[in-house]
């Protein structure tokens, strides 16, 4: 078994997950079919003049696509992290709420509207994808709480349900669709990475970040309520208040990532469970490590997709479930033997 | 002396259909240790969840060493009660220290972690209820006997004057039912707990309890309609005189066959279709 979590060992392990997370970032962003040095690139955006080639390159393409990454992989990891404690159900990921096809019909209604106006010169469908999933989590949330008072199986319920809804919405909307809308939607729902501007990640990042660290101070309350509602309130946590805190957190940065990068499934199923395995279940490491973890993971995915079949580009969605797939599968094999799952 | 736990009038139902306790009237006075018992469906565990703030009663009050109930804080109630729910099996794999130290969640620091005094009342409750020796095992590794001992050193490292169980022994062969009454006992003379207990081993609450809580089923179904349903009969006092073989025949509806081992009196119920239907319906051994 794991042994007990003392503050040394979180910092010390955060920190360096912390440095390999930059490490990779760095290595990632050096990475790409156009070959980029790192000391021309250093030299600033202009040589004598003429603008430096190597400094475009990194700073306007491969740096934001990597920190987009590396934001997108930390929120659904996190959050996967969180959905799983509080619906005491290790098969819960991000999406189970609704989250995936309340952004995915935003995106679309947003494609097939034909809305052509923007927003500080960007397109809509990030702003109605963020709209949808938080509309749709909201939705199950108020059904889950009358159905579901006592136990989350109504909160899960309504989530699927709402999600099959909503997802055959989506399939309306795309039988009915131009080729040329369905192209760009199609990339959306298979999750998709594109380079973004600085303000874009600066506001997201942020976000993303602060919700993240506060969730990590709910991380010992996520503990108890991970074992059970009425075990949490009986030795004193204010359940509902933590409950509600963490949900919204959760769901406002999983729509944040959505609404960036489209829906890249596996990432908040798969990266709790590593670490779970891994490092054991306690919330106060889990929270911060998944992040980290799944921010490596999506960055190194990602890289692949812009890799393998260069110049062209794979969905990250098919890349992610493809590498952390049979990743996965490894790990459970080799830590099975000290783990036990619900008997 | 104000009671630790003093149950006035309470009425509880799920559902206007279902309505399971009504008029209970109880006080149970410090240091004392009460086993809860009647027939499935009574209301048991809903008077123990009831006592510990989970459930809210639809009429009544329920007083906490002679303060309201309702106007304790979450975290307030948590340092008066502890509660020992039934059997279960948790969802992630966390170990027994782990689970006993979760008592200790809201006295946590403001980076959420534990203290030295903490740590001390987690290794006292663990060395107590004899779990310190699989601390560091999963919870899911454990035997349901070791498992209920983990779950009610979580209840000691809440460190609380009142210690509510429901159903500690269901599931457990008889060591092990014995061993939870040992230790409940144990507990009870060295802390002064109050301890209540539901129970379906009459036997044990016999012999280890100071008082028993005997709750019969309502005649007849309750109209829905109904303003005020019958109250949920009920008796309390020394289990000796609560634990009397008629009054188990009639809140069970079963035939018993009763017997007198040192000072306790013992009951064994008996079936009509048992091998032996002419075993005697009581007697004094």
């Given at each position: 078994m794991h042994p007990p979590l003392t503050p040394q060992k979180l910092l010390l392990r955060t920190s360096l997950a912390g440095a390999l997370l930059v490490a990779i970032l760095l290595g990632c962003s050096l990475v790409g079919p156009q070959a980029i040095s790192l000391k021309a690139a250093f030299?600033?955006?202009q040589i004598g003049g003429t603008p430096n080639p190597d400094y475009e390159i990194l700073v306007r393409v491969r740096i934001p696509r990597v920190l987009l990454a590396a934001m997108v992989g930390a929120a659904l990891a996190a959050s996967g992290v969180i959905f799983q404690a509080l619906l005491r159900n290790?098969?819960?990921?991000?999406?189970?709420?609704g989250v995936s096809s309340g952004a995915g019909l935003g995106a679309m209604l947003a494609v097939i509207g034909g809305l052509s106006w923007t927003l500080w010169g960007r397109s809509p469908i990030a702003l109605f994808a963020f709209i949808g999933a938080l509309g749709t989590v909201w939705l199950v949330w108020g059904i889950g709480r009358v159905t579901g008072k006592y136990q989350v199986t109504g909160l899960l319920l309504a989530g699927v349900v709402v999600n099959a809804f909503f997802s055959a919405m989506i399939m309306f909307l795309i039988s009915i669709a131009r080729s040329q809308q369905l192209y760009a939607t199609i990339f959306w729902l298979m999750g998709n990475m594109t380079e973004e501007d600085w303000l874009v990640l600066w506001v997201g990042g942020g976000c993303i970040l602060a919700g993240i660290v506060s969730l990590f101070f709910l991380g010992p309350q996520l503990n108890i309520l991970s074992v059970g509602r009425q075990d949490a309130r009986s030795i004193g946590v204010p359940v509902e208040r933590v409950e509600l805190a963490a949900f919204a957190i959760s769901a406002f940065i999983t729509a944040a990532a959505v609404s960036l990068s489209g829906l890249i499934g596996f990432v908040g199923l798969i990266v709790p469970h590593a670490v779970r395995l891994v490092f054991g279940p306690d919330h106060r490491q889990l929270i911060p490590l998944s992040g980290l973890v799944g921010a490596m993971f999506l960055v190194v995915a990602d890289t692949v997709a812009r890799m393998v079949v260069a110049p062209a580009q794979l969905p990250v969605g098919v890349v992610t479930a493809m590498i952390g797939g049979p990743f996965f599968l490894l790990l459970l094999v080799a830590h099975s033997k000290k783990v036990y799952w619900a008997a | 002396m104000t009671a630790a736990i003093q149950v006035n009038q309470v009425s509880f139902r799920y559902s206007p259909q279902r309505?399971?306790?009504?008029?209970i009237d109880l006080s149970v006075r410090a240091g004392t240790f009460l086993a809860v018992v009647g027939?499935?469906?009574?209301g048991k565990s809903t008077l123990i969840q009831v006592m510990a703030g989970m459930l809210k009663p639809r009429s009544g009050s329920v007083l906490l060493e002679g303060k309201d109930?309702?106007?304790?804080?979450v975290r307030e109630l948590a340092r008066k009660v502890a509660l020992v729910r039934q059997e279960f099996v948790p969802a992630?794999?966390?170990s027994v220290y782990e689970t006993v130290l979760m008592a200790r969640t809201p006295c946590y620091g403001q980076w959420g972690f534990e203290s030295r005094e903490d740590r001390e009342q987690v290794a006292k409750a663990l060395e107590r209820t004899d779990t310190a020796r699989f601390?560091?095992?999963?919870?899911?590794?454990?035997?349901a006997g070791e498992r209920q001992r983990v779950f009610i050193a979580r209840a000691l490292a809440q460190n609380t004057p009142i210690l509510l169980l429901d159903e500690?022994?269901?599931?457990?062969d008889l060591k092990h039912q014995v061993a939870i009454y040992d230790l409940l006992k144990s507990i009870q003379q060295e802390t002064a707990a109050t301890i209540i207990a539901v129970t379906h081993d009459i036997n044990l609450a016999s012999q280890y309890c100071d008082e028993a809580l005997l709750l019969y089923p309502v005649a007849g179904e309750v109209a829905?309609?109904?303003?005020?349903?019958?109250?949920t009969r009920h008796r309390v006092g020394p289990t000796r005189e609560i634990l009397t073989p008629e009054a188990i025949q009639s809140a069970f509806g079963v035939a018993i066959f009763s017997g007198v081992i040192g000072k306790e009196r013992f009951v064994v119920p008996l079936g009509s279709h048992a091998k032996d239907a002419n075993i005697p319906r009581s007697s004094d051994v």
């Amino acid at each position: 078994m794991h042994p007990p979590l003392t503050p040394q060992k979180l910092l010390l392990r955060t920190s360096l997950a912390g440095a390999l997370l930059v490490a990779i970032l760095l290595g990632c962003s050096l990475v790409g079919p156009q070959a980029i040095s790192l000391k021309a690139a250093f030299h600033g955006p202009q040589i004598g003049g003429t603008p430096n080639p190597d400094y475009e390159i990194l700073v306007r393409v491969r740096i934001p696509r990597v920190l987009l990454a590396a934001m997108v992989g930390a929120a659904l990891a996190a959050s996967g992290v969180i959905f799983q404690a509080l619906l005491r159900n290790p098969l819960a990921d991000p999406y189970i709420l609704g989250v995936s096809s309340g952004a995915g019909l935003g995106a679309m209604l947003a494609v097939i509207g034909g809305l052509s106006w923007t927003l500080w010169g960007r397109s809509p469908i990030a702003l109605f994808a963020f709209i949808g999933a938080l509309g749709t989590v909201w939705l199950v949330w108020g059904i889950g709480r009358v159905t579901g008072k006592y136990q989350v199986t109504g909160l899960l319920l309504a989530g699927v349900v709402v999600n099959a809804f909503f997802s055959a919405m989506i399939m309306f909307l795309i039988s009915i669709a131009r080729s040329q809308q369905l192209y760009a939607t199609i990339f959306w729902l298979m999750g998709n990475m594109t380079e973004e501007d600085w303000l874009v990640l600066w506001v997201g990042g942020g976000c993303i970040l602060a919700g993240i660290v506060s969730l990590f101070f709910l991380g010992p309350q996520l503990n108890i309520l991970s074992v059970g509602r009425q075990d949490a309130r009986s030795i004193g946590v204010p359940v509902e208040r933590v409950e509600l805190a963490a949900f919204a957190i959760s769901a406002f940065i999983t729509a944040a990532a959505v609404s960036l990068s489209g829906l890249i499934g596996f990432v908040g199923l798969i990266v709790p469970h590593a670490v779970r395995l891994v490092f054991g279940p306690d919330h106060r490491q889990l929270i911060p490590l998944s992040g980290l973890v799944g921010a490596m993971f999506l960055v190194v995915a990602d890289t692949v997709a812009r890799m393998v079949v260069a110049p062209a580009q794979l969905p990250v969605g098919v890349v992610t479930a493809m590498i952390g797939g049979p990743f996965f599968l490894l790990l459970l094999v080799a830590h099975s033997k000290k783990v036990y799952w619900a008997a | 002396m104000t009671a630790a736990i003093q149950v006035n009038q309470v009425s509880f139902r799920y559902s206007p259909q279902r309505q399971v306790l009504s008029g209970i009237d109880l006080s149970v006075r410090a240091g004392t240790f009460l086993a809860v018992v009647g027939p499935n469906g009574v209301g048991k565990s809903t008077l123990i969840q009831v006592m510990a703030g989970m459930l809210k009663p639809r009429s009544g009050s329920v007083l906490l060493e002679g303060k309201d109930l309702r106007s304790y804080g979450v975290r307030e109630l948590a340092r008066k009660v502890a509660l020992v729910r039934q059997e279960f099996v948790p969802a992630f794999g966390f170990s027994v220290y782990e689970t006993v130290l979760m008592a200790r969640t809201p006295c946590y620091g403001q980076w959420g972690f534990e203290s030295r005094e903490d740590r001390e009342q987690v290794a006292k409750a663990l060395e107590r209820t004899d779990t310190a020796r699989f601390a560091s095992r999963a919870l899911g590794s454990l035997s349901a006997g070791e498992r209920q001992r983990v779950f009610i050193a979580r209840a000691l490292a809440q460190n609380t004057p009142i210690l509510l169980l429901d159903e500690p022994t269901s599931f457990l062969d008889l060591k092990h039912q014995v061993a939870i009454y040992d230790l409940l006992k144990s507990i009870q003379q060295e802390t002064a707990a109050t301890i209540i207990a539901v129970t379906h081993d009459i036997n044990l609450a016999s012999q280890y309890c100071d008082e028993a809580l005997l709750l019969y089923p309502v005649a007849g179904e309750v109209a829905p309609s109904e303003p005020a349903p019958h109250p949920t009969r009920h008796r309390v006092g020394p289990t000796r005189e609560i634990l009397t073989p008629e009054a188990i025949q009639s809140a069970f509806g079963v035939a018993i066959f009763s017997g007198v081992i040192g000072k306790e009196r013992f009951v064994v119920p008996l079936g009509s279709h048992a091998k032996d239907a002419n075993i005697p319906r009581s007697s004094d051994v």
